[in-house]
Each structure stands twice: as structure tokens, then as C-alpha cells.
């Protein structure tokens, strides 16, 4: 009984968390990204051993030998649910934390990635909630005095057991299928992209921009660590082949362009760092990266933009929408067109197969991904998403700094303690950076390099810490003159203002 019940409650929360990764379109289920993430906690010797042995079947035997295992735990579960419910539905729980975590390495962070296993792991836990109950009965029997009457009632709770389990166990079946053939699309989606061979670089560090303090953000944010804002619950899909842009409105002639039609055009390549407006002072919605694209300035000059006109209009795939200043895409700006991110074709995620990047505004008035229309037009006849929704018109991106190294809160050692990290005016570029302990006076910072105005800039200040609690404080100035204000503003309606603030203890 208890097998029956570990099994069929765990195979209600398997398929609830194949079907929800299946419906938000992620690249990986809960269970493949634990047997990735099982791949790379294994030393290489022995996936070596394994790849030997198994030849090109090494990720479908490692998938079915966590399944092996999921399954001899949650028999486990199933027989020590029928003594205490309050252990087995901890070791379900325990299994989730370890899904997350998994979810957490492979995937990302955010909250669909997390969904299926969370949804997982509570449809695991109502199920053996609903059926222990019955599976005990079916135990114990009656217990009645005359023993073959107890022996019928057994027969009776068992067979009742055995058919809800029964049911539940088809459910779970018919329902995990139905996650796998969504996960199809995506599974599509990945081999159209993994087949794309593009004429792009990977971009090189350019020389100087790190100051060469570990733990400052990286020069380049890889795919993996770059944050990711936006409201699709599920990643839109969209193969190379289907992909169209339109481009109308107040132009001269209407163009569509396909995905070959940009691979076509004049590459343009560029360090460019994203941020988002919702960044607070000191947060880590920015990200830098090598893009490759087509210039939209190109594609606007031969559609023809007419006088009057000043704004362009692009909308997402689904339905996304955002309305960037026409003089952003048409001056000598690198505002791309963009299918390509440090050398690959964009994820998925950051809006495969072609996105919006625009140096100098945040990424709500300018980084459409999953672009599929521009519409020339004028701000006074427009509202895009989050135009209507309280934010800004127009968002260029405020002359902003951060402490990344050391962390808040840490303890550091009396001596030369190396303060660092990073400072941004993306398309005005960085002149000075500032720092200052406990209110005394404002110290220069030594900077990286500046290959280009468009991306962020690394500073380094070596302090010379006495013993006691301190405050450090960072603030910028930009080429254009500007020092960073230390008045505090919230994120609405147009980005955060102030300085990055943070405690330290000096032993
Ligand atoms: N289609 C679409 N594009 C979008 C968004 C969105 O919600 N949908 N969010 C924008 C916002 S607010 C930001 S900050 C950037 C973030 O891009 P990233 O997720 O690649 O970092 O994308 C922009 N492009
Ligand atoms: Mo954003």
C-alpha cells in the first residue's frame, strides 16, 4: 500500500511540473534540470567513465536514473506516510528545496523558472494528503471482532484505495504527456537556434576595463547572469523562418524584413550595458554585453521617416509595447536591431530571434525583444505599455554608481581595504568617480578604461581603513559635467537618484 502511495503521489506532482514547464515554455523541467545540475556536480572522471559507456545516451540514462532514484524516494514517502504523515510530507518538501536548487543553477531565477517545481511538490503533498487516509484503511482493515468480517472490510478499503490511486496515477500519466508534447515547442525552438551558424563575433575584453578586483561585476555578463526583466510569463516562440518585421507608419515605404533579410545587411557589433528604470540605488538590474545586429538608423532611412514624425512604436510579439525617441534610432548611435549576444543567437529569454538595443535609454522605452513591428509615429498619439501604466515618456538613463566590492555588512581588516565597482551614463560616458567615508570629504576613485561611452565603467579605491564601524558612499560624474545628486528618489516615474550607501565593520 504504501509503495502505491508514494508512487501515485509522486507522479501527481511530476506531471503537474512537466505540464507547467510545458505551458510557461521553459528550457528545462524540475526533473532534467536536476539531472543537469547532477551532471555538473559529477567529477569529470567519472562523466567521462559514463560518456565511454554510454555513448551519446549519457543525458537520457542520467534522466532515468533520477527518475530511478525520485522514484525509490517517494516509495520511501509512500510507506512512511502510512506511520507519519508529518515525516513524509517533509521529505516531499525537502525534495522541492533541492528542485529549487537545481531550478536555481540550470535555469534561472525567476519566478516561472521556480513555478513547476513549487507547483510541483504542493500537487505531490495534496496527493498523498488525499490518499494516505485510504491507504491506511486499507492497512489496518475494519477492525471489527469477527475476523472475517474485518478481512472483508479490508478487501473493500483496498480496493477503493487501489482504484483512487489507480485514477490518480492516470491522471498523472495523461497529464505529464500533455507537458511533454508543449515542451516540444521549445525543444524546436532550441534545435532552430542551435542550428543557426551566424557571420558574428564574440566580442574581446578590450584591454584596461577591469581594475582587477575580484568581485566587481565582470566586464561581460554571460547569458546566464544577465538580468532578465519583462511580462511574459511564458517566452514567446518564434523560429527564424516565421520571424517578420514590420516597419510603417509615418515613413515613406512600408518594409518587412525578414531574418534573413537582416543577416544580409551591414553587421554592426558593440559593447552596450542594459538597465532597467525599476533599478534601485545599488540593485543589479544591469548587465553588459557584445551585440550583433543590423543599425535601426539603416533600416528607418530606407523606409523613409517623415518630418513630423517623432517617436517610433515598436510592439513584441505578444503585444509588448514600447515608444522610443525617433532621435535615439536615427542618430550615430549603435541602436541595433540585435539577433546576437556575446557571440550567440539571443536565448529565448533575452528575446530570440531579434531584439531591440538602444545605448543611453532603459530598457522599457527602447529594449523591445521578441520585436516584430515599428510604427513611426508621434509620442502624442501614442501609449505603450508602461507609458500607461505611470512611468515616463521618455527614459534616459540616469548617471548612476555602485559599491560592489566590499559587500554591506562585511567585515574587513584594518590596512588598505580595496573598495570597487561600477559606474554608468550609458552614451555620455564616465569622467569621475567619488567616494567618500563617513560623510568626510569626496576621494577620487581610479577607473577602468572607456572603450566605449555605451557600457559601464569599472572604479577601484584603495581605502585606508581604521578600526570601528564606517559608511562608504559612491557618487559619479558623467561627461557631460554631471555629479550624481545624493537626493533619494524611488524608481517611479523615472529611475532611482542618490548615492550608494553601504556599512562595513573594520577589525
Ligand atoms: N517584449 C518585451 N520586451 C521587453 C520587456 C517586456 O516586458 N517585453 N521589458 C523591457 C524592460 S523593462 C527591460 S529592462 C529590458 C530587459 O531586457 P533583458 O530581460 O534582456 O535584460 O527588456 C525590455 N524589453
Ligand atoms: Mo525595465
Given amino acids: 500500500m504504501g509503495t502505491v502511495l508514494g508512487l501515485a503521489s509522486a507522479g501527481a506532482g511530476l506531471a503537474v511540473s512537466e505540464l507547467l514547464s510545458g505551458l ?29 559507456l554510454l555513448g551519446q ?30 515525516g513524509a510530507q517533509s521529505v516531499f518538501v525537502l525534495m522541492g528545496v533541492v528542485l529549487l536548487l537545481a531550478v536555481h543553477e540550470r535555469l534561472s531565477s525567476s519566478v516561472a523558472s521556480f513555478a513547476p517545481a513549487v507547483a510541483g511538490v504542493a500537487a505531490a503533498m495534496v496527493a498523498l494528503a488525499l490518499l494516505a487516509p485510504k491507504a491506511r484503511a486499507a492497512v489496518a482493515g475494519g477492525g471489527g471482532a469477527d475476523p472475517a468480517e474485518a ?3 479490508q478487501d473493500t478499503s483496498r480496493r477503493s484505495f487501489l482504484r483512487l490511486a489507480g485514477g490518480v496515477a492516470l491522471g498523472a500519466v495523461v497529464v505529464g504527456a500533455t507537458g511533454r508534447v508543449l515542451a516540444q515547442g521549445r525543444a524546436v525552438l532550441e534545435t532552430a537556434r542551435g542550428n543557426l551558424n551566424l557571420a558574428v563575433t564574440a ?12 568581485g566587481i561585476a565582470p566586464w561581460r555578463t554571460s547569458q546566464e547572469r544577465f538580468y532578465r526583466i519583462d511580462t511574459a510569463l511564458s517566452v514567446p516562440q518564434i523560429l527564424p523562418i516565421e520571424w517578420r518585421l514590420r516597419v510603417h507608419g509615418k515613413v515613406e515605404s512600408e518594409l518587412t524584413l525578414t531574418y534573413q533579410d537582416l543577416l544580409d545587411r551591414q553587421l554592426t557589433e558593440a559593447w552596450v550595458t542594459l538597465c532597467c528604470v525599476s533599478n534601485e540605488v545599488g540593485g543589479d538590474l544591469i548587465s553588459n554585453a557584445w551585440w550583433s545586429g543590423v543599425r535601426i538608423a539603416d533600416v528607418l532611412r530606407e523606409a523613409g521617416v517623415s518630418a513630423d514624425a517623432d517617436a517610433v512604436l515598436s510592439t513584441s510579439e505578444d503585444g509588448w509595447t514600447c515608444g522610443t525617441p525617433l532621435g535615439a534610432l536615427t542618430d550615430d548611435r549603435n541602436a541595433l536591431l540585435a ?23 532603459y530598457g522599457y522605452v527602447s529594449a523591445t525583444k521578441w520585436v516584430v513591428d515599428l510604427e513611426v509615429t508621434r509620442f502624442a498619439d501614442i501609449e505603450a505599455f508602461w ?17 560592489d566590492v566590499p559587500m554591506g555588512g562585511a567585515t574587513v581588516r584594518a590596512g588598505d581595504v580595496a573598495v570597487g565597482g561600477i559606474a554608468w551614463a550609458q552614451h555620455t560616458g564616465i569622467t569621475k568617480v567619488e567616494v567618500r567615508v563617513d560623510e568626510g570629504a569626496w576621494q577620487q576613485a581610479e577607473l577602468g578604461s572607456e572603450p566605449t561611452t555605451d557600457s559601464w565603467r569599472q572604479w577601484f579605491y584603495a581605502w585606508p581603513a581604521t578600526i570601528g564601524d564606517h559608511q562608504i558612499q559612491v557618487r559619479a560624474t558623467d561627461a557631460s559635467g554631471y555629479t550624481q545628486t545624493g537626493d533619494e528618489v524611488d524608481v517611479v516615474p523615472d529611475g532611482a537618484t542618490g548615492w550608494h550607501t553601504i556599512d562595513v565593520t573594520v577589525s
Avoid: Y
Avoid at 61 to 75: D, H, K, P, R, W
Fill in 203 to 214: 566580442g574581446s575584453k578590450p584591454s584596461g576595463v577591469d581594475v582587477g578586483l575580484a
Fill in 151 to 153: 478481512g472483508a472490510t
Fill in 339 to 361: 539577433f546576437a549576444m556575446n557571440g550567440e543567437p539571443l536565448t529565448p529569454e533575452h528575446g530570440f530571434p531579434v531584439r531591440m538595443v538602444v545605448p543611453g535609454l
Fill in 387 to 403: 507609458t500607461g501604466n505611470g512611468w515616463a515618456e521618455e527614459g534616459p538613463v540616469k548617471t548612476q554608481s555602485r559599491i
Fill in 57 to 86: 545516451n549519457d543525458k537520457p540514462v542520467l534522466i532515468a536514473l533520477t527518475l530511478v532514484g525520485l522514484v525509490l524516494a517517494s516509495c520511501l514517502v509512500g510507506v512512511w506516510a502510512i506511520r507519519s504523515m508529518l
Fill in 24 to 52: 510557461l515554455h521553459l528550457r528545462l523541467s524540475p526533473l532534467v534540470a536536476l539531472s543537469e545540475w547532477i551532471i555538473k556536480l559529477t567529477p569529470g572522471s567519472v562523466i567521462e567513465f559514463g560518456i565511454q
